[in-house]
């Protein structure tokens, strides 16, 4: 799922107040047009209408593929407080059971196993990378998959 909602954040530059776009999560099969925002670090940003700033916005994003199975949980970490650690098990896995009722359905549960270990970044920036980095990854092995399939014939 992806969610976003409207929010009123004051400049710290000129204390200028106005609305911005604040993504919580973003799954990029239900949004692929907010796919290339995410990668060229447009989304949790502030740019101010009165003075120019820009600042990025300190809130916990979630971004989800579930083409790669990969789930990445950004905490910034002036924002890391009990309730965050409340998240997570000792060993960094989800404490947070978001199945509910479709716990009983084994496809579902093997289907999204990977999202009980998510990748905890504290940036933005560190999500992004680490993105970029699966998905190179995934193209290497592709790649090396149909190389593989092409000598065998």
């Known amino acids: ?9 004051e400049c710290p530059e000129c204390h ?12 990029v099969q239900i949004s692929p047009e907010a796919k290339t925002d995410f990668l060229e670090e447009k989304i949790n940003l502030f740019n101010c209408d009165n003075c120019g700033e820009v600042a990025s916005l300190a809130a916990s994003f979630a971004y989800h593929d579930m083409e790669l199975k990969m789930y990445v949980q950004l905490h910034p970490p002036q924002n890391i407080d009990e309730q965050i650690l409340r998240m997570y098990k000792a060993d960094g896995s989800s404490s947070i059971d978001g199945l509910g009722p479709l716990k009983s359905n084994r496809d579902i549960l093997a289907s999204t196993e990977y999202m009980r270990h998510p990748h905890i970044v504290f940036s933005m920036q560190e999500a992004i990378l680490y993105v970029q980095f699966r998905e190179n990854l995934a193209r290497f092995h592709h790649n090396q998959n149909s190389n593989d399939a092409d000598d065998v014939q």
Not at 1 to 9: E, F, L, R
């Open 1 to 9: 799922m992806s969610d976003k909602q409207w929010i009123t954040v």
């Open 16 to 27: 200028h107040s106005q609305e911005v776009e604040l993504w919580s999560s973003l799954n």
